[in-house]
């Protein structure tokens, strides 16, 4: 595609369900990076693929967070027993390498009630 | 680990004038990428601007440029000939040039362009 698409722009999902967020990187892009961007802060690492392997996840919260990458293209990243402190837009973006600069997509901003 | 301090929260200019965004960075490294990010409300971050910490040169874009201070770990933003389109959140960062490192970002400064 042109850009890096996610979806859904928005969710609102009540406290303990689970919820997946969908990322579409550029195409030929083999670096894609998952953030979580709290209301009045900046962008912070949550993991990120080199291909299909999970590079780093230094950055997932806890356990019940995962992401995957199954084909090195779409990322879906789930969230299980979502609580209100999930509450954040998440933002994906993707590089054509880990050198390179990473165009982001617009987020899914994730409402937990 | 790395940090970036950004410690205007919030700025505003006039139109068509000049504005100075602030960003200093903590980090051991020698080789490294900073970066200026611009983040409109539709929450896609847009570059603004790159610089390799290895080029004393000050990177400019059209009205953006940079001051980099290398041993001051200091890197701002310069817009000059501010623009309403220019108001959103501005978002200084830092990568590491040694091996696979993620982006490290600051927390931000809402830029307001008064008309």
């Known amino acids: 595609g042109a850009g890096v698409s996610q979806t859904p722009s928005n969710k609102v999902t009540e406290k303990g369900k689970y919820v997946e967020l969908r990322c579409d990187p550029i195409s030929g892009h083999t670096a894609l990076y998952w953030y979580r961007q709290s209301l009045g802060q900046g962008p912070e690492f949550l993991i990120y693929f080199q291909g299909t392997g999970a590079a780093d996840d230094s950055g997932l919260p806890n356990d019940r967070f995962f992401a995957v990458r199954p084909e090195g293209s779409v990322s879906t990243l789930k969230i299980q027993r979502t609580e209100r402190g999930d509450s954040a837009v998440y933002l994906c973006a993707s590089s054509f390498s880990l050198s390179t600069e990473a165009f982001f997509g617009q987020g899914t901003r994730l409402t937990v009630v | 680990a790395q940090t970036v301090t950004q410690s205007q929260p919030e700025m505003s200019v006039q139109e068509a004038e000049t504005v100075t965004l602030s960003c200093t960075y903590d980090?051991?490294?020698?080789?490294?990428?900073l970066f200026w990010y611009k983040q409109p409300p539709s929450r896609q971050m847009i570059l603004v601007i790159r610089q390799e910490a290895y080029k004393q040169q000050n990177a400019t874009e059209n009205r953006f440029s940079v001051n980099f201070q290398k041993a001051a770990k200091s890197f701002s933003l310069k817009i000059s000939d501010s623009q309403l389109g220019d108001a959103a959140m501005y978002f200084c960062a830092y990568r590491s040039n040694s091996g696979n490192t993620p982006l490290v970002f600051g927390k931000g400064t809402r830029l307001s362009v008064i008309a």
């Open positions: 980090t051991s490294e020698s080789d490294y990428y």
